[in-house]
């Protein structure tokens, strides 16, 4: 059974950071993708961040520079580092995790990143 538990969530001022994570267990971690999406209320579900089983990784561009994903196979974990946090990057932040035959997989339950002004 697929558990992913993101932690890490909670409110900062903007130019602050956060760290998120995702600890992963019930299916082989290494060789899935993993990723990092957020949602605001009233908008779609967008992709933030993606790191691939040999962990590469790519951003979505508003926050490339400011974020950094990463991945530990052992602990079988993910990270989001946030940076330079801005309101805009307020929302629920969700972690996906993507089998490499590129079925939906499996989603967190979420943690609310909350950016003040």
Known sequence: QVQLVESGGGVVQAGGS???S???SG????SY???WYRQAPG???ELVARITSSGRANYQ???KGRFTMSRDNVKQTTVL???SLKPEDTGEYYCHAMPPDRTV???GQGTQVTVSS
């Not at 299916?27 to 290494?30: A, E, N, Q």
């Open 18 to 20: 956060l760290n998120l």
């Open 22 to 24: 995702c600890a992963a």
């Open 27 to 30: 299916f082989p971690f290494s």
């Open 33 to 35: 993708y993993m990723s």
């Open 43 to 45: 908008n779609e579900r």
């Open 61 to 63: 561009e508003s926050v």
């Open 81 to 83: 580092q946030m940076n």
């Open 105 to 107: 997989g499996s989603w």
